[in-house]
Protein backbone atom coordinates (compact mmCIF):
# COMPACT_ATOMS: atom_id res chain seq x y z
CA UNK A 1 0.00 0.00 0.00
CA UNK A 2 1.49 3.65 -1.22
CA UNK A 3 2.10 5.74 1.79
CA UNK A 4 1.21 9.23 2.08
CA UNK A 5 2.68 11.33 -0.68
CA UNK A 6 3.19 15.24 -0.51
CA UNK A 7 4.09 17.60 -3.69
CA UNK A 8 5.85 19.37 -4.19
CA UNK A 9 9.04 18.48 -1.74
CA UNK A 10 10.32 21.50 -1.89
CA UNK A 11 9.73 25.15 -2.71
CA UNK A 12 11.53 28.48 -2.76
CA UNK A 13 8.81 31.63 -2.66
CA UNK A 14 9.05 35.11 -2.36
CA UNK A 15 7.35 36.90 0.14
CA UNK A 16 4.13 38.35 -0.74
CA UNK A 17 3.37 35.00 -2.83
CA UNK A 18 1.28 32.58 -1.96
CA UNK A 19 1.29 28.90 -2.26
CA UNK A 20 -0.32 25.65 -2.33
CA UNK A 21 0.59 22.21 -1.33
CA UNK A 22 -0.60 18.93 -2.12
CA UNK A 23 -1.51 15.86 -0.23
CA UNK A 24 -2.70 12.34 -1.16
CA UNK A 25 -3.51 10.34 1.83
CA UNK A 26 -2.99 6.34 2.36
CA UNK A 27 -5.64 4.19 0.30
CA UNK A 28 -8.49 4.18 2.13
CA UNK A 29 -8.01 6.78 4.81
CA UNK A 30 -10.39 9.80 4.92
CA UNK A 31 -8.64 12.15 7.64
CA UNK A 32 -6.30 14.49 6.39
CA UNK A 33 -4.33 16.67 8.88
CA UNK A 34 -1.85 19.52 8.53
CA UNK A 35 1.14 20.55 10.68
CA UNK A 36 3.71 23.11 10.25
CA UNK A 37 7.48 21.87 11.47
CA UNK A 38 9.77 24.87 12.69
CA UNK A 39 12.65 24.63 14.57
CA UNK A 40 11.48 27.70 17.03
CA UNK A 41 7.91 26.56 17.50
CA UNK A 42 8.27 22.69 16.85
CA UNK A 43 5.60 21.11 15.72
CA UNK A 44 2.11 22.29 15.33
CA UNK A 45 -1.10 21.52 14.32
CA UNK A 46 -2.86 23.56 11.35
CA UNK A 47 -5.79 22.36 10.72
CA UNK A 48 -7.71 18.64 10.29
CA UNK A 49 -10.25 17.70 7.48
CA UNK A 50 -12.71 14.54 7.37
CA UNK A 51 -15.20 14.09 4.42
CA UNK A 52 -14.65 17.13 2.54
CA UNK A 53 -15.29 19.55 6.09
CA UNK A 54 -12.85 20.52 8.47
CA UNK A 55 -13.20 19.45 11.76
CA UNK A 56 -10.16 20.85 13.80
CA UNK A 57 -8.09 24.07 13.26
CA UNK A 58 -5.24 25.28 14.86
CA UNK A 59 -4.20 28.71 16.21
CA UNK A 60 -3.02 30.22 12.43
CA UNK A 61 -3.88 33.27 10.88
CA UNK A 62 -6.64 33.27 7.93
CA UNK A 63 -3.79 33.06 5.71
CA UNK A 64 -3.32 29.64 6.04
CA UNK A 65 -6.58 27.96 4.47
CA UNK A 66 -7.13 24.33 3.51
CA UNK A 67 -9.38 21.92 1.44
CA UNK A 68 -10.36 18.43 1.08
CA UNK A 69 -11.84 16.73 -1.92
CA UNK A 70 -14.16 13.96 -2.69
CA UNK A 71 -11.07 11.32 -3.19
CA UNK A 72 -9.75 12.49 0.54
CA UNK A 73 -7.01 14.64 -1.45
CA UNK A 74 -6.27 17.84 0.55
CA UNK A 75 -4.15 21.24 -0.23
CA UNK A 76 -3.30 23.85 1.86
CA UNK A 77 -2.75 27.45 0.48
CA UNK A 78 -0.66 30.16 2.07
CA UNK A 79 -1.63 33.44 0.74
CA UNK A 80 0.95 36.62 1.32
CA UNK A 81 3.89 34.37 2.86
CA UNK A 82 5.70 36.01 5.15
CA UNK A 83 9.48 34.78 5.80
CA UNK A 84 8.32 32.80 9.65
CA UNK A 85 6.44 31.22 6.91
CA UNK A 86 9.19 29.10 6.36
CA UNK A 87 8.84 25.66 7.97
CA UNK A 88 8.76 21.73 6.60
CA UNK A 89 4.99 21.62 6.17
CA UNK A 90 3.63 17.74 7.29
CA UNK A 91 0.34 16.26 6.08
CA UNK A 92 -0.57 13.15 7.98
CA UNK A 93 -3.76 10.90 6.86
CA UNK A 94 -5.56 8.20 9.22
CA UNK A 95 -8.23 6.09 8.87
CA UNK A 96 -10.89 8.87 9.87
CA UNK A 97 -13.52 9.72 12.70
CA UNK A 98 -15.69 6.78 13.82
CA UNK A 99 -13.11 3.76 12.49
CA UNK A 100 -11.73 2.74 15.76
CA UNK A 101 -8.07 3.69 14.64
CA UNK A 102 -6.30 6.84 15.73
CA UNK A 103 -2.76 5.77 14.07
CA UNK A 104 -1.59 9.28 11.61
CA UNK A 105 0.75 8.13 9.50
CA UNK A 106 2.97 11.03 7.98
CA UNK A 107 4.26 11.94 4.37
CA UNK A 108 7.74 13.23 3.67
CA UNK A 109 6.80 16.98 4.50
CA UNK A 110 7.23 19.88 1.93
CA UNK A 111 10.19 22.06 2.71
CA UNK A 112 9.36 25.74 1.47
CA UNK A 113 11.71 28.23 2.00
CA UNK A 114 10.32 31.91 1.88
CA UNK A 115 13.01 34.63 0.97
CA UNK B 1 1.02 24.85 30.10
CA UNK B 2 3.13 22.57 28.16
CA UNK B 3 0.63 19.50 27.25
CA UNK B 4 3.27 16.96 26.19
CA UNK B 5 7.13 18.01 28.12
CA UNK B 6 10.41 15.74 26.65
CA UNK B 7 13.03 16.31 29.36
CA UNK B 8 15.76 15.42 27.60
CA UNK B 9 17.00 17.42 24.75
CA UNK B 10 19.43 14.90 24.00
CA UNK B 11 20.39 11.21 24.25
CA UNK B 12 23.36 8.68 24.20
CA UNK B 13 23.42 5.01 23.94
CA UNK B 14 25.46 1.86 22.98
CA UNK B 15 24.82 0.21 20.42
CA UNK B 16 22.41 -3.17 21.37
CA UNK B 17 21.53 -1.61 24.79
CA UNK B 18 17.98 -0.47 25.44
CA UNK B 19 17.25 3.54 26.16
CA UNK B 20 14.06 5.30 27.45
CA UNK B 21 12.78 8.89 26.16
CA UNK B 22 10.78 10.63 28.46
CA UNK B 23 7.64 11.76 28.24
CA UNK B 24 4.71 13.72 30.30
CA UNK B 25 1.82 15.24 29.01
CA UNK B 26 -1.37 17.17 30.61
CA UNK B 27 -4.72 16.71 29.79
CA UNK B 28 -8.02 16.70 32.41
CA UNK B 29 -9.91 14.51 29.17
CA UNK B 30 -10.31 11.40 30.23
CA UNK B 31 -10.32 9.94 26.93
CA UNK B 32 -6.99 10.32 24.74
CA UNK B 33 -3.98 8.89 22.98
CA UNK B 34 -0.55 9.23 23.11
CA UNK B 35 1.93 8.52 20.12
CA UNK B 36 5.55 8.33 19.19
CA UNK B 37 6.79 9.54 16.25
CA UNK B 38 10.69 8.99 14.92
CA UNK B 39 12.37 11.48 12.52
CA UNK B 40 15.31 11.11 10.87
CA UNK B 41 16.77 13.59 8.93
CA UNK B 42 15.47 12.77 6.01
CA UNK B 43 12.48 14.86 7.76
CA UNK B 44 9.71 12.13 7.38
CA UNK B 45 7.64 11.31 10.80
CA UNK B 46 7.65 7.61 11.48
CA UNK B 47 4.55 6.21 13.78
CA UNK B 48 6.12 3.80 16.35
CA UNK B 49 3.60 3.49 18.55
CA UNK B 50 0.29 4.07 20.19
CA UNK B 51 -1.31 4.16 23.25
CA UNK B 52 -5.07 4.91 24.05
CA UNK B 53 -6.10 5.95 28.22
CA UNK B 54 -8.79 3.22 28.42
CA UNK B 55 -5.69 0.72 27.14
CA UNK B 56 -5.43 -1.45 30.12
CA UNK B 57 -1.51 -3.25 28.68
CA UNK B 58 1.33 -1.41 27.71
CA UNK B 59 1.51 -0.87 23.78
CA UNK B 60 4.50 -2.87 21.99
CA UNK B 61 5.32 -3.05 18.82
CA UNK B 62 8.70 -5.03 18.01
CA UNK B 63 11.75 -3.03 19.61
CA UNK B 64 9.54 -0.23 20.80
CA UNK B 65 7.47 -0.72 24.38
CA UNK B 66 5.44 2.09 25.74
CA UNK B 67 5.98 2.44 29.55
CA UNK B 68 2.48 3.79 30.49
CA UNK B 69 1.74 5.31 33.85
CA UNK B 70 -1.68 7.07 33.79
CA UNK B 71 -1.53 8.08 37.42
CA UNK B 72 1.83 10.05 36.85
CA UNK B 73 0.72 10.92 33.20
CA UNK B 74 3.97 9.45 31.85
CA UNK B 75 4.47 7.75 28.68
CA UNK B 76 7.99 6.44 28.20
CA UNK B 77 9.19 5.05 24.92
CA UNK B 78 11.98 2.25 25.72
CA UNK B 79 13.56 1.18 22.81
CA UNK B 80 15.10 -2.57 23.38
CA UNK B 81 18.37 -3.97 21.37
CA UNK B 82 19.31 -0.09 19.88
CA UNK B 83 20.46 0.08 16.57
CA UNK B 84 22.72 2.35 14.61
CA UNK B 85 19.74 3.36 12.56
CA UNK B 86 17.44 4.57 15.62
CA UNK B 87 19.90 7.75 15.60
CA UNK B 88 16.46 10.18 15.20
CA UNK B 89 14.83 12.65 16.79
CA UNK B 90 11.80 11.20 18.72
CA UNK B 91 8.27 13.02 19.14
CA UNK B 92 6.14 12.06 21.93
CA UNK B 93 2.28 13.48 20.77
CA UNK B 94 -1.13 13.57 22.10
CA UNK B 95 -4.55 13.49 20.95
CA UNK B 96 -7.29 14.50 23.27
CA UNK B 97 -11.05 13.23 22.63
CA UNK B 98 -12.31 16.49 23.77
CA UNK B 99 -15.80 14.85 24.07
CA UNK B 100 -15.33 13.44 20.56
CA UNK B 101 -15.00 16.38 18.64
CA UNK B 102 -10.95 16.42 18.50
CA UNK B 103 -9.97 13.15 15.91
CA UNK B 104 -6.97 14.48 14.34
CA UNK B 105 -5.54 17.20 16.22
CA UNK B 106 -2.16 16.23 17.99
CA UNK B 107 -0.23 18.27 19.99
CA UNK B 108 3.56 17.35 20.24
CA UNK B 109 6.50 17.76 22.54
CA UNK B 110 9.53 19.57 21.87
CA UNK B 111 11.49 16.13 21.21
CA UNK B 112 14.69 14.21 21.43
CA UNK B 113 17.48 13.68 19.88
CA UNK B 114 18.42 9.91 20.31
CA UNK B 115 22.48 9.03 19.04
CA UNK B 116 23.17 5.38 19.14
CA UNK B 117 26.97 4.88 19.52
CA UNK B 118 28.72 1.79 17.86
Known amino acids: KAGVTQTPRYLIKTRGQQVTLSCSPI?????VSWYQQTPGQGLQFLFE?????QRNKGNFPGRFSGRQFSNSRSEMNVSTLELGDSALYLC?????WGQGSYEQYFGPGTRLTVT | AQKITQTQPGMFVQEKEAVTLDCTYD???????LFWYKQPSSGEMIFLIY??????QNATEGRYSLNFQKARKSANLVISASQLGDSAMYFC???????????????FGQGTILTVHP
Open chain 1, 92 to 96: ASSLG
Open chain 2, 27 to 33: TSDPSYG
Open chain 2, 51 to 56: QGSYDQ
Open chain 2, 93 to 107: AMREDAGGTSYGKLT
Open chain 1, 27 to 31: SGHRS
Open chain 1, 49 to 53: YFSET
